[in-house]
């Protein structure tokens, strides 16, 4: 049974920067691909970015492109989510999942097996 435990959610104005940060308990971290998805009220969750297990491919929904940057340390089963150049509606809760089947390439939240508890980020204009 692999925890994933979200951290570095909060309130930032639009603009602005915020590294969300996922630690994984578990002992084959590094063979999972790790995605960051985002669920605003009333909404379906959305997949952002994805991560490969080697941590050298990664991709990334159109809306996030260019703004923000996932990014993982394997050594400290650590999966990191840098926003930049933040939004409104970047507004949501903010998960992280494991996806414990595939190196790499799984975007639908069907695909992942293990979820974090979700972080909150609002962005304010």
């Known amino acids: 049974q692999e925890q994933l435990v979200e951290s570095g959610g909060g309130l930032v104005q639009a603009g602005g920067s915020l590294r969300l940060s996922c630690t994984a308990t578990g002992s084959t971290f590094r063979t999972y691909t790790m995605g960051w998805f985002r669920q605003a009220p009333g909404k379906p969750r959305e997949f952002v970015a994805t991560i490969g297990a080697r941590g050298s491919n990664t991709n990334y929904a159109d809306s996030v492109q260019g703004r923000f940057t996932v990014s993982r340390d394997n050594a400290k089963s650590v999966v990191y989510l840098q926003m930049s150049s933040l939004k409104p509606e970047d507004t949501a809760v903010y998960y992280c999942?494991?996806?414990?089947?595939?190196?790499?390439?799984?975007?639908?939240?069907?695909?992942?097996?293990?979820w974090g508890q979700g972080t909150q980020v609002t962005v304010s204009s």
């Open positions: 999942a494991a996806d414990v089947d595939r190196e790499f390439g799984a975007i639908l939240v069907s695909e992942y097996d293990y």
